[in-house]
Structure formats: C-alpha cells, structure tokens
C-alpha cells in the first residue's frame, strides 16, 4: 500500500512539523488512496491551533475558525487545515455544543464517523490507524468508530451517510453498526434539508443506487422521502412492467449507474469507446445536468402510487406523469434545491412517457413542447425507463425512440425552427409593422410557428412578414 501525497500537502505537513507540531493527511484521501482512486480533497489534522497555523502560511482563509478550520491557499488551491479536536457533548442530535482543541491525534480520530474515515498518514509516521481502518476497507466493510448507537445519538446523519458510503464503495454494513441504524433511523428528523440532499445526490449517483432500498427497509426513507416507501409498496399489474413502483425505478437509476461505473473504473480504451459513445448520443452530460438526470429518474412514477386505477385487464396510471411532475417540484423544494434543478426534472417528469409522433412535423411539434434544452437528457431518461421494464416488450420501444434520436439529429443539423427564439422574425419587427405589443402580437408569433414548426421553409424573414401582414388584416 502506498500513499502518494500531493506535492503541496507534503509541504504544508513539513512545515508544520518543521515549526514543531504534528500534522497529518487524514479522513476521505487516505481511504480513497489506499482504494487506488483520487481523493476530491485533502484535509489536514494538525495540534497546531488556528492562530499557529496563520502564523505559518502566508496565504490563509479563516474557514471555521470556531471549529479549529484554516484554509491554507496555495497557487490559487484551498487545504483545509483542522486542529485535532474533541467533539462535546452533543445536543438535538446534530450539533456539538462546543468543540475543544487538543494535542492528541486518537482523540481526534475518535471523533469521525467510520474506521474507513479514521486514519491518518504522514511520511515519517506512516498510517496511524487505531480503528482498524486498513482491514476493514480491505474487507468492504462500513463501521462506527466506537458505539454506532452513541455515534448516530451525536449526529444522526451518520444514519445516512453509513448507507451513503456502502454505496459508493460497494460495501456491507458491518451487524451492530447496521442494528443501529435501524433503531435510530427516525432521528434523521433533526437533520437539515441540506445535508440530506449531500447524502442523497451522492447515494444516487453511486454505482449502488440499489442501496436505496436499504434505506427504505432500515425506515430511512420514511423520514427523508416517504415518497419512496409509497412506490414500494405500489405494485403494477401490467404487461410492460416485472417489478414493483419502487424496484422498477431504482433499476432505472442502476441503468445510468453502470455507464458511470464503467466511467469510474473502466480503462482508458474503454473511456474513449464510452467517450465516443456519449458524444454520438449526445450524452455528454456535467456533473449538474447528471445529477439532474437521476433525481428525474428517480421521481419519474412518484405519483403512481396515487394515480393507480386498477380493472380487470390490469392497472393503469393515468396523469401520474402530469401530477408527478408537481410532486417532484415539491420533493426537490422541501430538499432545497436550486430552482434550475427543481425546473428540469419538474420538466422531465411531465414529458417522461411522451410518446413521439416519428414524423418530421411530430417531432419538431414535440420538441416545441418539451424544450430543444432536455431532449437529450429525456432520451436518456427515457432509455433507462424502458431498460427497467419488461425486456419482453422493449424492442418496439426502443426502435421508437432511435427514430425519434435520428429525427431530433436532423432537426438539429439542418437548424430547424423549434421555438419562438428561432423564427427569423421577433416582436420588433411585427411593431415596426404597425402591430401594437400586446396578446394579438403574441398570438401573431404563434401562429406563425406553427406554420414553420410544419413547414421549416418557411422560415424566412420575407415570407413570415407577408404572411404577418396577411394576419393583420
Ligand atoms: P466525500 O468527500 O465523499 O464526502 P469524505 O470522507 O471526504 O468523503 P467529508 O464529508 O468531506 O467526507 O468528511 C471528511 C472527513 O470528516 C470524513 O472522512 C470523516 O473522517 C469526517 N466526517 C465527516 N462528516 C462526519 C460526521 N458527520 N461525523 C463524523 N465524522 C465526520
């Protein structure tokens, strides 16, 4: 095992020593690096106090001072500085109510959440390692430092984050930690909107979203998104579907999932056949766009559990998509989301089960509708959608939406007008017209897209101020 640490990182540990305390890399990049993968970040524990370690470094940003964080700045990057410290007595199940600095590096391993969280590492010393951190993330295992009971009493996000990690890592909850998890899962009541959502994005962008359902047995889910226990408990008696609500939609969100896990740990040949592909499909999704495509994948049936109209010849779901995108916009706002966030996956949601009409005009009429902006991330919800239902029903489906793929490709290479923003004629040319601004403008404007949004060659500015001035009169 061998830990590389970044240049800068070495140097900020060495000067500490040099000035005569003890300084470590400790927490996430000594487990991620001994798991082979980079570490996000590197945070330091040092016995120095604040005050010292600004005395130090000439560049430093007061982070949480009050609870011993200085952010040393080098060549523009940021390290978390952290005096060891001991976490006091802990009140509603979340806060600390103080914290107090120490010069003793266990006291401060035994602060943090899971053995694979609590080791540190210098080059002279080596990895300090008191909780048998090394075996257990060699074992795939996720532990509470100490008494998993008293570890979530302190902070019960831990709750969460135990789940969190065992699906990013791939791991299994050890029996006492996973025990308590169980019992104290109600607790998560007291934690903030905020760092549920942390929790969540990670646990579904892991390559184990199917830990979800982990989380609604362990009565996690009860607490933090009902929403998930009522597609659980919804079943579908329908020729396309072989799971219930809740199963079908955390096979959905595995679907995405494999293509990033190939991403994570795939060779580099394969990242260039995934790179290639993404492009050719248009998937070339950021971090922003990915995690917005799994919430909409996630909340894609929410509202089948109350749209569920049983009959003789199975169950339907009318308007769930409808009344699902209104849910979703409510889950995203209760977890305090960006509105751009909360209006991409509102969008996804209501058009998830649209169905293409594979005409030139259907689909230009389509994309009108849906937005030019999600279509690609629309099919992608789309793909993971049919992936997750019968595989006896999916080749019809599937050649569907490659036609509709072909047809937004060819809209999109011959620059076709699919919106109001793409007619070559706008609002100041209807005035200059003689139209007055207002709704009988506006309704101008419509009309005449929808000529163009069924014959593109209409799109030219000459033709759509004839035809502007044919409506006027
Ligand atoms: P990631 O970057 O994937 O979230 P991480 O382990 O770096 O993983 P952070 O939340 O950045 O997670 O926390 C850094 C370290 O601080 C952890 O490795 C752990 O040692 C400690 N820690 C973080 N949150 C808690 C917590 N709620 N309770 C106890 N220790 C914690």
Redesign the pocket.
């Known amino acids: 095992m061998k830990i590389e640490l970044p240049r800068e990182v070495d140097y900020i540990i060495n000067e500490l020593i040099e000035h005569g305390y003890e300084a470590y890399a ?4 000594i ?2 690096s001994i798991l082979g993968k980079e ?3 590197w ?1 330091i524990t040092t016995s120095a106090k604040p005050s010292e370690v600004k005395k130090i470094f000439r560049r430093t940003v007061d982070t949480g001072i009050q609870h011993g964080t200085v952010t040393v700045m080098l060549d523009k990057r940021g390290y978390e500085v952290t005096t060891y410290r001991i976490d006091g007595e802990y009140e509603d199940n979340r806060h600390p109510q103080n914290v107090e600095f120490t010069v003793d590096l266990s006291e401060d ?1 035994k ?4 053995t ?3 080791m540190a590492y210098n080059k002279q010393k080596g990895l300090v390692d008191i909780f048998n951190g090394l075996c257990d993330l060699q074992e795939g295992i996720i532990r509470c ?1 100490g008494s998993a009971a008293e ?1 979530f009493d ?2 019960a ?2 709750i969460l ?1 135990a789940i ?2 065992s699906a ?1 890592l791939g791991f299994e909850i050890e029996g006492e930690t996973l025990k308590a998890v169980t019992e104290k899962a109600a607790k998560l009541q007291f934690i903030s909107a905020e760092r549920i959502r ?1 929790e969540l994005n ?1 646990l579904i962008l892991s390559p184990h979203p199917d830990k979800l359902i982990d989380t609604y047995k362990a009565g996690i889910t009860k607490v933090v998104l009902p929403e998930l226990d009522a597609m659980m408990e919804t079943q579908q008696n329908s020729p396309h579907h072989i799971y219930n609500v809740g199963i079908h939609t955390i096979k959905a969100l595995e679907q995405v999932g494999h293509q990033k896990e190939l991403w994570e740990n795939g060779t580099d040949k394969q990242k260039q056949n995934m790179d290639n592909k993404s492009q050719n499909d248009g998937m070339n999704f950021n971090q922003k766009e990915l995690l917005i495509l799994h919430w909409a994948i996630l909340l894609h049936d929410v509202e089948k559990p109350g749209c569920k109209v049983s009959g003789p010849e199975g169950d339907h779901f009318y308007g769930h998509a409808e009344k699902g995108a209104e849910t979703a916009r409510n889950i995203l706002r209760r977890l305090k989301f960006d509105n751009e966030t909360i209006d991409t996956v509102y969008r996804l949601v209501r058009w998830h089960d649209y169905r293409f009409a594979l005409t030139p005009q259907g689909m230009r009429r389509a994309v009108n509708k849906i937005g030019n902006d999600i279509m690609d991330l629309l099919f992608e919800l789309k793909t993971a959608d049919i992936l997750a239902q019968n595989p006896e029903e999916r080749k019809e489906k599937f050649e569907n939406l490659a036609q509709a793929k072909l047809r937004l490709k060819d809209i999109r290479a011959k620059n076709e007008c699919v919106n109001l923003k793409m007619l070559k004629i706008n609002g100041r040319d209807l005035i200059d017209m003689g139209f007055k601004p207002g709704r009988s403008m506006g309704e101008t404007l419509e009309r005449l897209l929808e000529q163009v949004l069924e014959n593109p060659l209409l799109n030219e500015k000459q033709t759509l101020l004839d035809m502007a001035r044919q409506y006027k009169n």
Do not use: T
Request: glycine letters at 6%.
């Open positions: 400790v927490g996430g990049c487990r991620d570490p996000e970040d945070d391993l602060r943090r959440d899971f694979i969280n609590a430092v570890r302190e902070d996000l831990r984050r969190r990690f990013q942390a990670k």
